[in-house]
């Protein structure tokens, strides 16, 4: 069974910066793509950012050259480093894997405040 967790979240002042981290078990990270949503009060889910088994990465325009994807192997571990945070950035973040077409796993989400 795929469980996905993500920690991490918390309340920053905007301009800060907070690592998010998304621990998996019953899936192994590197053969797998990895993703970052976020939801926002009020708002539909949006793609955050990708990380391909094959090491690609993508962004959203909104967090591109502020966010940053990564992996870490040996704790079957997935990271979204984000700096110069802005308060539209506040939402729930979470993580799920990807198939294809479809996002068939997800965690239970990690909240992030931007607020001064």
């Known amino acids: 069974q795929v469980q996905l967790v993500e920690s991490g979240g918390g309340l920053v002042q905007p301009g800060g910066s907070l690592r998010l981290s998304c621990a998996a078990s019953g899936l192994i990270v590197s053969r797998n793509n990895m993703c970052w949503f976020r939801q926002a009060p009020g708002k539909e889910r949006e793609f955050v950012a990708r990380i391909t088994w094959s090491d690609l990465t993508y962004y959203s325009d909104p967090v591109k050259g502020r966010f940053t994807i990564s992996r870490d192997n040996a704790k079957n571990t997935v990271h979204l480093q984000m700096n110069s945070l802005k308060p539209e950035d506040t939402a729930v973040y979470y993580c799920?894997?990807?198939?294809?077409?479809?996002?068939?796993?997800w965690g239970q989400g990690t909240q992030v405040t931007v607020s001064s």
């Open positions: 799920a894997r990807n198939v294809g077409y479809q996002y068939i796993d």
